[in-house]
């Protein structure tokens, strides 16, 4: 993520600029607009507290948003595995895809969440292996070993 090069842009000039990628980018990985967009707010809530001490204010984001989808995907898991744990009457039904949601977005959803992450980084945001490498701050050998197994999941996932 370039940011305006020598220019000094404020804060405001950062969230119109990236808001709505980022929104995207964190719906793609955590598949709930709600969740995108509060997942992107916190990232801009960190901007905020740090503003003036950050060189790239886009990159940070980026880093900072994925993060935060990564965290809220291991805390959801976690908690509908408790929640299945419970009495049946007692479990909470996982949200249903969107009505138009297509084969594609559907198998998706399907692939574990660190794989997924890296699949909507590297195809979605064309990001190369060393920058999701230093976003997910893991190997660049992980990077490929998520995305060649993540591909793997999601041909098992349409063919189905």
Known sequence: MDDTAGLAQTFDDVFREHREKLVRTAFLIVRSRHVAEELVHDGFIQLHQNFDHVASPGGF????????????????????????????????????????ADE???????????????????????????????ILECPVGTVRSRLHRGLADLRKEIER
């Open 104 to 134: 594609v977005w559907s198998a998706l959803a399907q692939v574990d969440p660190d794989r997924r992450a890296v699949l909507v980084l590297r195809f979605y945001e064309d990001l190369s292996y060393d920058r999701i490498a230093e």
């Open 61 to 100: 984001l980026h880093t900072v948003v994925v993060r935060l989808c990564l965290t809220w995907l291991k805390r959801r898991t976690m908690e509908l595995d408790r929640a299945h744990r419970l009495p049946s009457s007692s479990v909470v039904a996982e949200t249903p895809a969107p009505e138009d």
